[in-house]
């Protein structure tokens, strides 16, 4: 899948697409498209709030739904906390696994190719 450079206006895919897609998922406020207002992050509400563990907690359950609505290619796996201070920044990781096929819908494919001593076999669903 590819897709238009924000910065560049040029051609991107792989994973820089992924990445450029999750930045944009998570920075948009909810509303701020005028033709998909369903689309963006509720989470951005709660920028300002008290750190608390059911704050952060709500932050990345908000997070992991976005991706797993909006960005198919890419799976979280954990989000590892790495500093919050009193002065209201807060730094955190998302990691998980980049998965480039899974917006084409694997699951429900009409055919499976498969490769066994180098035999390439094409099985009908």
Known sequence: MSGIDAA???????????????????????????????????GLRLLGENATQETILLWFTIVYALVELFEPRFRITE????????????????????????????????????VRDGQVTINQA
């Open 8 to 42: 560049t206006w040029g051609v991107i895919d792989g994973f820089d697409h992924v990445q450029q897609s999750l930045e944009t998922i998570i920075t948009t406020r909810q509303s701020e498209r005028v033709m998909r207002e369903w689309f963006g992050n509720p």
């Open 79 to 114: 989000f590892v906390v790495e500093d919050i201070n009193r002065l209201g920044f807060a730094s955190f990781t998302m990691n998980g696994e980049h998965r480039p096929y899974a917006h084409l819908n694997w699951s429900q494919a009409a055919a499976y190719v498969s």
